[in-house]
C-alpha cells in the first residue's frame, strides 16, 4: 500500500507569533470587560452596594508600644476603644455615637 499524501502545514514563526499576540489580546480585553461589568454594573458582587456607607470606619490609631496599639473605630453607630497587640483585639471602652 502507499502512504497517503498529505499537505504539511507552512507556518511561518512570525505568523504563529502575531496568532498568540492576537488570542491575548481578546483574553486580556474579556478580562477587563468583566472586571468592568463587576465593578459598574454589579457592585454587590464585590460585596457593596452602590452608595452604601461602610459599617465600620477606623478614626484613630496610635502606636503604644512596638507591638502594641490603641485603636478608635466606629461600628455600627457605636465608637469602640480596642487594643491591639500580638495576643488580637481587646474591647477596652464603648460608646454611643450621636447622631448629627
Given amino acids: 500500500m502507499a502512504a497517503i499524501p498529505y499537505k504539511q502545514a507552512s507556518v511561518s514563526d512570525a505568523d504563529l507569533l502575531s496568532r498568540m499576540l492576537g488570542a491575548f489580546l481578546i483574553i486580556a480585553l474579556i478580562a477587563l470587560a468583566a472586571a468592568w461589568a463587576l465593578r459598574h454594573r454589579w457592585p454587590a458582587a464585590l460585596g457593596a452596594a452602590k452608595g452604601q456607607k461602610a459599617v465600620l470606619r477606623v478614626l484613630q490609631r496610635t502606636r503604644v508600644s512596638a507591638t502594641n496599639s490603641l485603636v478608635v473605630v466606629v461600628y455600627?453607630?457605636?465608637?469602640?476603644?480596642?487594643?491591639?497587640?500580638?495576643?488580637?483585639?481587646?474591647?477596652?471602652?464603648?460608646?454611643?455615637?450621636?447622631?448629627?
Avoid at 469602640?80 to 471602652?93: D, F, M, T, V
Fill in 76 to 100: 455600627r453607630g457605636e465608637e469602640l476603644l480596642l487594643a491591639e497587640g500580638p495576643q488580637g483585639l481587646q474591647l477596652l471602652e464603648r460608646q454611643s455615637v450621636e447622631h448629627s
